[in-house]
């Protein structure tokens, strides 16, 4: 194998180069990523970089130079504009690059506000990119008044930097309670006192009907409620979208993004995919992990794998998200889960999911050790008792040698 592209510079992208030269590939490699700047980290963006607290060379996953001392070519600002499954070749600034084997690790992108209903005017933000959060900072400041669309991690998220920095906050979630898709009501509960103890006004069951601009930019929003409020800044949260087309353009099979084996290798013998993009299968059905570890652990299986290592990729789900003085760590996934057993240990506390006696998942709020021996239970596919873990008497790391 001479020659490998890898489409896309986030983590996953990032992450796949170095492990294919970390194990001894020697071949001509090629990162191609739209942004034109090096890869850079995500999670900081809407909380460090955007707050001031963390400069913009230290978002660089490695120094520019690295690529070169490595020999990876990288092609940054130049979007690839076509995948040749057939003739193993790619489209990037008019050129054309032929591959032995492409990995398409070309992420995600956010759902933005309908343009009907003034998702395009001024003062109208989403979170994924450095180029939105630069468009952003300038508009967070005190005493303006914002409205987060949205209550996911990243609408919370969002909220809690707004806060902050001294803006007037109001959050709205079209369903009944926030992180109702992802996190059990005891986690909504805990994080909806979190934000109206830091002033932020949540109203859930309420969406957006339009925003209200003049002159092109927002000055305020009708909501399902009725009201009419106005508001400076809104920032969007309402999910992500993976990055697919190019994949299906090739002919690649999708599913829920681009549909990968338990390898990462798609449809194409000589395609792979990676990261927010990739759908691999999971315990029977076939799931995408949008995280930074999944796209760090999927990219370098997957650049294993295209060496010949011809091993499957097991996900061992982690995510976090920090709000203010509290650092959520989450680990395992808790779909399927019929109970939650609360361990409530004052500033520590974990909410751990079970699906009938299975451990399956922990939320753990300011609590790493909770958080580190329920995610060693659940990789070891121990279950203790619901009864145990509610107990902030018991020895949680006892647990472990049962």
Request: proline letters at 6%.
């Amino acid at each position: 194998m001479d020659q490998i592209i890898v489409i896309g510079a986030g983590q996953a992208g990032a992450s796949c180069v170095a492990r294919l030269r970390a194990d001894g590939f020697e071949g001509r490699l090629t990162l191609i990523g739209a942004e034109p700047v090096p890869p850079y980290q995500r999670p900081p963006l809407s909380k460090a970089y955007l707050l001031g607290e963390m400069a913009l060379d230290r978002l660089f996953l490695r120094p520019e130079a690295w690529y070169a001392d490595h020999d990876v070519t990288l092609r940054l600002g130049q979007p690839v504009t076509d995948v040749d499954a057939a003739a193993q070749t790619v489209t990037v600034g008019g050129e054309v690059l032929p591959y032995d084997a492409l990995v398409l690790a070309t992420g995600s992108t956010p759902r933005h506000l309908p343009a009907t209903i003034g998702g395009e005017l001024a003062g109208v933000h989403v979170v994924r990119t450095l180029a939105d959060v630069d468009a952003m900072e300038p508009e967070v400041v005190a005493d303006r008044r914002a409205l987060i669309v949205g209550g996911g991690y990243i609408g919370l998220e969002a909220a809690a930097v707004a806060a902050k920095r001294g803006m007037d906050v109001t959050l709205i979630e079209a369903a009944p309670r926030i992180l109702s898709r992802v996190a059990a009501p005891e986690t909504s509960a805990y994080f909806r006192d979190l934000h109206r103890a830091h002033g932020v006004r949540i109203l859930e069951g309420v969406g957006l009907t339009c925003l209200n601009g003049v002159d092109g930019r927002v000055v305020g929003a009708i909501l399902t409620n009725h009201q009419e409020h106005p508001y400076d800044v809104v920032i969007a949260g309402i999910g992500i979208t993976p990055n697919d087309a190019l994949a299906g353009a090739a002919g690649i099979v999708l599913d829920n993004g681009i549909a990968t084996d338990a390898q990462g290798r798609t449809s194409d013998p000589h395609i792979w995919a990676a990261g927010d993009c990739a759908s691999l299968p999971f315990r029977g059905s076939r799931i995408r992990l949008e995280s930074v570890q999944n796209a760090i652990d999927q990219a370098e299986a997957v650049a294993r794998n295209i060496l010949g290592a011809n091993a499957d990729y097991l996900p061992r789900p982690w995510f976090w998200s920090d709000q203010y003085d509290v650092k959520l760590q989450i680990a395992g996934l808790n779909t399927g889960y019929d109970r939650v057993a609360v361990r409530d240990g004052g500033a520590a506390r974990s909410h751990w999911y079970y699906a009938g006696d299975s451990l399956l998942a922990v939320d753990a709020m300011n609590d790493p050790r909770g958080y580190m021996i329920g995610k060693r239970l659940i990789e070891a596919g121990k279950s203790p008792a619901p009864e145990i873990v509610a107990d902030p008497a018991a020895d949680l790391k006892a647990l472990l040698k049962a």
